[in-house]
């Protein structure tokens, strides 16, 4: 993927993206041989060699992970045809190319954790790890005790059983409840569907927890950087 050079250069270790400018406009960067000043220039650091001072740079990136709490309105892939607004916009000063482990709908919120760690994200997302996560789903009427039962051990949906799941009322109205729902499977707006299978609608759903990483009071559409302890609370969620 072609990408602006400073960008590149900042992502190597070069330092920030200015001194990374800096250093394009003194002279001190090539490519493929050729000293480059041009600030505008894009290249893709898979097909060509860029230099710093004469000694190529190394792309490698160092591993990063992110919790972000994800707006409603955002999609999850890394571009929309649509020209929805990205995730990835909102990580502002990040210069590593990370994605998202798994997907969250356009209308729930909650934690989203992105890496450029592919390992990880695999592990976290294959169905044999059966790392869990935790929503908040608020829905219309009071689901009896049995349906939350139903959904709990688990109940048929397109042709599937969904696997057992945790779930606690947290608040109940006349109107709404809200509902805790804890569930290791990632399918297709599968809180949403397991909720109308019992007959209540979901009207807004929140990601609270990946495992026993919480996503505590981090304001929704601001990220931090999560350490080794954290990727551990995800991966101790079973
Ligand atoms: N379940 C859903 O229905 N939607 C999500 O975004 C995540 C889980």
Do not use: W
Not at 13 to 27: F, K, L, N, W
Not at 105 to 122: C, R, V
Request: proline residues 4%; hydrophobic residues 35%; charged residues 30%.
């Amino acid at each position: 993927m072609k990408e602006r050079l400073q960008k590149i250069l900042a992502r190597s270790g070069a330092g920030s993206r200015r001194t990374a400018e800096q250093y394009i406009s003194e002279g001190r960067v090539s490519i493929d041989g050729m000293i480059v000043t041009d600030m505008g220039i894009k290249v893709d650091p898979a097909d060509h060699e860029i230099c710093l001072n004469g000694k190529p740079i190394h792309s490698s990136e160092e591993k990063i992970y992110i919790l972000l709490n994800k707006p409603t309105g955002y999609v999850t892939t890394l571009s929309d045809p649509q020209g929805r607004p990205i995730v990835t916009s909102l990580l502002t000063g990040i210069d590593q190319r990370v994605f998202p482990v798994g997907r969250l709908d356009l209308d729930t919120e909650g934690a989203l954790l992105l890496t450029n760690d592919g390992e990880l994200a695999q592990h976290i997302l294959h169905p044999s790890f059966e790392i869990t996560k935790t929503y908040a789903a608020k829905v219309i009427g009071r689901p009896s005790v049995d349906s939350i039962e139903r959904l709990a051990k688990g109940i048929e949906l397109e042709g599937r059983r969904t696997s057992p799941a945790k779930l606690k009322v947290i608040r109940e109205t006349v109107r709404f409840s809200v509902i805790e729902i804890t569930i290791h499977e990632g399918r297709k707006r599968q809180v949403r569907k397991m909720f109308a299978a019992i007959g209540h609608h979901v009207l807004e759903l929140k990601r609270i927890a990946y495992g026993r990483l919480k996503l505590g009071s981090l304001p929704t559409g601001k990220f931090r950087i999560i350490g080794k302890k954290d990727i551990e609370k995800i991966l101790a969620g079973k």
